[in-house]
């Protein structure tokens, strides 16, 4: 697994303002999507292209496209739908598939109660977007799913991880083969006895929407 953990100031400057107890809902939305365009810059550097042509207005220009078939967009809800929107304006060409889960609580695991991806993954460059990597449950699973669809390129972009769930993450996806990136613009301290990143920015599914009952 390639690690990839984005150092620029306008980065660490939102974090700061994310991780602020003050923060509000519709403050701390505007914050993730900004934040995702700045790491998307990065986490599409190996986005796949093609070389064309195109004509200005003077003469013919040598450029590339997007090539067939276009990358995968896949947030885990809830929170990482928070991130979906400033995604697809990097690349709206992209396609969106939907994975659901929730931790329990009480054992960390996680519960997938939604699931809509395509049947087919083979040769599809997958973006998984999630805030939060804590035990990193609900990114293994979700990394698991695109493997065993076919997917053979994923890249993970999360905004805080702790060091225990990259371990976790490797350990998933180091055996399978596959390239596998993962972008975060912050690792974290450790997670607490609950399962929640120290220093972090508590419960982003809550922060981003509401507190879920
Ligand atoms: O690495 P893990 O230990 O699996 O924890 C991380 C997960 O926890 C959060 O989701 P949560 O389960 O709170 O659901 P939500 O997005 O609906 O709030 C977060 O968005 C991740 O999906
Ligand atoms: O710190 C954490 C851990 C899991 N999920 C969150 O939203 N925050
Ligand atoms: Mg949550």
Redesign the pocket.
């Known amino acids: 697994m390639h690690l990839i953990d984005v150092d620029h100031p306008l980065v660490a400057h939102k974090v700061r303002l994310l991780r602020d107890i003050e923060t509000p809902s519709p403050l701390f939305r505007d914050l993730v999507a900004e934040l995702v365009t700045l790491l998307a810059y990065e986490a599409t550097r190996g986005v796949r292209v093609e070389e064309t042509e195109v004509q200005t207005p003077l003469a013919v220009a040598k450029a590339v496209r997007l090539l067939d078939p276009r990358p995968l967009v896949v947030p885990i809800l809830r929170?990482g739908l928070g991130m979906l929107d400033g995604m697809m304006s990097l690349m709206p060409a992209a396609e969106v598939g939907f994975v659901g889960m929730v931790?329990d609580e009480e054992t960390l695991q996680p519960f997938t109660y939604a699931e809509r991806l395509p049947q087919d993954l083979s040769g599809r460059q997958c973006y998984v977007l999630d805030?939060?990597l804590?035990?990193g449950g609900?990114l293994g699973g979700t990394v698991q799913f695109l493997v065993d669809r076919g997917a053979d390129d994923i890249t993970c972009i999360c905004l805080?991880a702790?060091p225990e769930g990259i371990e976790y993450l490797r350990t998933v996806v180091d055996p399978i083969g596959v390239p596998c990136t993962l972008v975060v613009a912050q690792i974290d301290d450790r997670?607490?006895e609950k399962?929640?990143?120290?220093p972090?920015?508590?419960?982003?599914?809550?922060?981003l929407y509401g507190l879920a009952q």
């Open positions: 929170a931790r805030p939060m804590a035990t609900s805080m702790a997670l607490n399962g929640y990143i120290l972090g920015l508590g419960d982003a599914g809550d922060r």
